[in-house]
């Protein structure tokens, strides 16, 4: 054990491509639809197994075809799956609309069997997560299961991120349990009520977030690339430009997954930054999200790039 572990959901991704999303009643055609893995967890596992680094994920599955494709997904990774499988639910699902003049995408996700991740979930993974050298979680299975999680990952001397994504209000004290937190601008707003349209916006959230416990905050940009503040530092890390966009949907868990394998490898954390950064960079001018996490040689490329 050891390693990188994240817990999250996997759901299988159903994602339509078209001009614009239907309004209710309406009915369009598409230009294309895809049927993948998703799942912010298990993207980011995925990235981190196709950079190289030594990771398990956990969480809960159906008994059906698209916890088959789960399980085919990570071993093509190199992920440690840890499944508890529920046969009284469904592998979750997400509609996935994709603009197709600009890639940007709108997702709803029915996590399944994922939504019944509990704290006994975690406590019978103790041992692993007391062992990991970085633990990472999102905010799609159940908030008492990814507080638990933080609370061993952190006793056990894991660095612990929390990507807080899809957003929502945090238990008094969660914050203090995260070495890192990872919000788009968006969540980062949810989170602290405070606009972040521009690096003052960031600075002002990252700083709230901070206060409130958070022992460093990267707040996501997108193609302004990430800001990074702690009580020492504040920096805008750029953007990295590896091509043209095709879809973000796997944006963010990229650049998750890139932070979480620098910070496991023992990068600084300016550098995993910008590894993040560069990680997603690549994924984007990608098609899907599982499906576009690059490797570490692809990585290393363009950050070598001048």
């Given at each position: ?186 969540e980062a707003e949810t ?61 963010g868990d990229a650049f ?51």
């Open positions: 054990m050891g390693g990188i572990v994240i817990l999250g959901v996997f759901v299988a991704d159903t994602a339509y491509r078209a001009a614009r999303q239907p309004r209710m009643g309406e009915t369009l055609l598409g230009q294309s639809f895809a049927l993948g893995p998703g799942g912010k967890g298990s993207n980011q596992a995925v990235a981190c197994g196709r950079l190289g680094a030594e990771v398990a994920f956990i969480t809960r599955l159906g008994q059906d075809p698209f916890a088959e494709m789960a399980r085919r997904t990570w071993g093509a990774a190199g992920v440690t799956p840890v499944v508890t499988e529920d046969a009284d639910s469904y592998t979750g699902a997400a509609f996935i609309f994709v603009d197709a003049a600009s890639g940007d995408n709108a997702i709803i996700i029915a996590p399944g069997a994922a939504a019944r991740i509990g704290p006994e979930d975690i406590e019978a993974e103790a041992a692993r997560l007391g062992a990991a050298n970085v633990f990472v979680t999102q905010l799609e299975q159940p908030l008492p299961a990814a507080l638990r999680a933080l609370e061993l990952a952190r006793a056990g001397g894991a660095t612990t991120i929390l990507n807080p994504a899809p957003a929502a209000p945090l238990p008094a004290g969660m914050l203090g349990f995260c070495d890192w937190v990872t919000p788009n601008e968006a989170l602290t009520g405070i606009a972040v349209a521009d690096e003052a916006g960031a600075k002002r959230a990252a700083e709230r977030l901070v206060a409130d416990g958070a022992g460093g905050v990267v707040v996501t940009l997108g193609a302004r690339g990430a800001y990074m503040h702690t009580p020492a530092m504040s920096e805008v890390i750029p953007a990295f430009t590896a091509g043209p966009v095709v879809e973000t949907t796997g944006a998750n997954g890139g932070f979480a394998t620098a910070l496991a490898g023992g990068a600084a954390p300016r550098d995993a930054v910008r590894y993040g950064c560069a990680t997603a960079a690549i994924s984007v001018t990608r098609a899907g999200a599982a499906a576009s996490m690059p490797t570490a040689a692809e990585v290393a490329a363009l950050l070598a790039a001048p």
